[in-house]
């Protein structure tokens, strides 16, 4: 099992930004996929997570109507869309694979059910 998360960088503030997690060495559509940030001093964030099956989506609180996460099923990876983005999503973002199909909102707040990361993408926002 792999996953490698690219595309971060920096960005002013409002401005956008989309992540990339390519997966490999299992059945895509049969896990669900998050996103987790981690800022300097602070724990692991759970920030979105996209169900295997029938696609559905959970964000935390601090990014809704601003993020956006998807599957690409024919190429097996998962994007996440930032937008209007802040100087506190500034942070190092993770993608990881839930053990099961389906993710819940629970989901964001317990890294437990991820058995398996990618390396971390940087993200800067700043002017």
């Known amino acids: 099992v792999q996953l490698q998360a690219s595309g971060g960088g920096l960005v002013q503030p409002g401005g956008s930004l989309t992540l990339s997690c390519a997966t490999s060495?299992?059945?895509?559509?049969?896990?669900?996929i998050a996103w987790f940030r981690q800022a300097p001093g602070k724990g692991r964030e759970g920030v979105s997570c996209?169900?295997?099956?029938?696609?559905?989506?959970y964000y935390a609180d601090s990014v809704k109507d601003r993020f956006t996460v998807s599957r690409d099923r024919a190429n097996n990876m998962v994007h996440l869309q930032m937008n209007n983005m802040k100087p506190e999503d500034t942070a190092l973002y993770y993608c990881?694979?839930?053990?099961?199909?389906?993710?819940?909102?629970?989901?964001?707040?317990?890294?437990?059910?991820?058995?398996?990361w990618g390396q971390g993408t940087q993200v800067t926002v700043s002017s």
């Open positions: 990881a694979r839930h053990d099961r199909e389906t993710c819940r909102e629970i989901d964001l707040h317990w890294t437990g059910a991820f058995g398996h």
């Open positions: 060495g299992f059945v895509f559509n049969y896990f669900a």
């Open positions: 996209i169900s295997g099956d029938i696609g559905s989506t």
